[in-house]
């Protein structure tokens, strides 16, 4: 009977809603707490939770950060404007290819030296310097756009001189991150940067298609050399300030690049990942920028405004390939599986891209390769930098360079003449198998060993 009671009892209990419940009887979200209790909006903790990541934490690798943002912005612009310019002279693929040899030579030539010089002098001043040039070059480039004297000749003595500039820059600019920020944050510095640099290709291409339409194609050239102000001027904002810097070597030109080769050739571990670089640069990169304009164009047949939309697919896989970097496990063999992964990406990007003959049924096939490309180039660069001792650290950086950048004008002319020869779906099916031999044998072979956990250090006697 008492339990009788008690059930007729519960549906009259229920219906007179507390005071609580009645004031909050239109509110849809629960209370964080307390299970079933409205609430008018939906919680926000997660957003008090939130923090930047920690190297973005230090002034000033944010303000350089910033600056990179604003200024790779400005260099996709150009790369988008260029593409278009080279397409409107010639639709040669060994043309094509020339230009980027010309552009690559130089690194071949004196990208070691540019690894000297950034171990011996202030990297801030050449970087400063080397923006001053490139904006420089971006204005040359408008100038013969807007006044209509622009030839291929042109493109080719620009191309060498922006390559020669980039000899020296690029070493600089790697080895000037860890400047700024404190070693336990360099790799996911590094990552940010990646992600800097893959986040501007979505946004630049979308940049330079609405200063192309408004302005014309000078504009983006026009853009591109204001944005180089921006770095210079954060640069010259670190003057005074105290940051990570190594001592200069003490051996000559020549000895102190002696030095930073013989370091390498010791270490079996930077063998695999420089040659690991080379096979990135000789089979993908050509299919997946340099040539990329010229097979949407012949290959899938589409116009002029799948270039940019492609470029941007690109940057959108290349993005989340970086985020994909900066948000995963730091220990090294958690490094050495996204390698894996983004190499094995490659092939199947490759494979992917042979086969399509539509530009919408190209696109996963291209954001793949974005996303693999970054993955696996990012995660390299990341293993060397930590890698690499301080005092040697520009000249590592810049035998990483001409891996990547010395072989660039031979893989283009390989790649872009066998591609004129027998199509690039053969070529682009052919650079999938061997990168898919060639990147399994270094890793068996070399890489694996970068990825060992350090042993921990004896334990001391009491």
Request: net charge positive.
């Amino acid at each position: 009977m008492d339990d009788e009671s008690t059930l007729d009892a519960a549906p009259a209990a229920t219906a007179t809603p507390t005071p609580e419940v009645a004031q909050h009887r239109a509110m849809t979200a629960p209370v964080v707490g307390t299970p079933g209790t409205p609430r008018r909006f939906p919680s926000t903790r997660f957003l008090r939770d939130f923090r930047l990541p920690h190297a973005l934490q230090n002034p000033l690798y944010r303000r350089y950060w910033w600056s990179q943002f604003v200024s790779l912005s400005g260099t996709w612009m150009q790369n988008v404007g260029s593409s278009l310019v080279v397409l409107s002279l010639t639709t040669s693929a060994i043309a094509i290819g020339a230009i980027n040899v010309a552009a690559a030579l130089p690194l071949l030539l004196f990208g070691l030296a540019g690894g000297v010089m950034a171990d011996r002098y202030d990297r801030r001043r050449i970087l400063i310097l080397t923006q001053a040039l490139m904006s420089t070059y971006a204005l040359a480039f408008a100038w013969l756009i807007w006044s209509d004297t622009l030839e291929y000749w042109h493109i080719l003595v620009l191309a060498v001189l922006g390559g020669t500039t980039a000899a020296y820059e690029l070493p600089a600019s790697q080895a000037f991150v860890p400047e700024l920020v404190d070693r336990d944050d360099l790799p996911e510095a590094i990552a940010l940067n990646s992600a800097v640099f893959n986040a501007t290709r979505i946004v630049g291409p979308a940049f330079a298609a609405t200063a192309i339409a408004a302005f014309g194609l000078a504009s983006a050239f026009l853009l591109n050399a204001t944005t180089f102000l921006v770095v210079i001027w954060v640069l010259f904002s670190f003057r005074g300030l105290v940051v990570h810097r190594p001592k200069p070597p003490k051996q000559a030109g020549s000895s102190a690049l002696k030095v930073g080769l013989g370091y390498v050739r010791s270490r079996e571990d930077l063998i695999g990942l420089v040659l690991l670089t080379s096979v990135l640069s000789f089979l993908v990169f050509p299919n997946a920028i340099v040539l990329m304009p010229l097979y949407i164009k012949d290959v899938l047949g589409a116009d002029d405004s799948w270039v940019g939309i492609m470029l941007s697919v690109i940057g959108v896989g290349s993005l989340t390939g970086s985020f994909t970097l900066l948000r995963g496990n730091k220990l090294e063999h958690a490094a050495g599986k996204r390698l894996r992964i983004g190499l094995v990406g490659l092939v199947i990007g490759l494979a992917w891209l042979s086969v399509s003959r539509n530009a919408m049924v190209a696109i996963p096939g291209v954001a793949i390769l974005g996303f693999s490309f970054s993955l696996a180039n990012s995660q390299i660069q990341t293993r060397v930098q930590q890698i690499a001792p301080d005092e040697l650290r520009g000249r590592v950086l810049s035998i990483v360079s001409l891996a990547f950048n010395g072989v660039m004008p031979f893989s283009t002319i390989i790649v872009s003449g066998s591609a004129e020869a027998v199509g690039q779906p053969i070529v682009l099916a052919a650079c999938a198998v061997l990168v898919t031999f060639g990147s399994w044998y270094l890793w068996r072979r070399y890489a694996w060993q970068a990825f060992v956990p350090p042993e921990p250090p004896p334990a001391t006697a009491l």
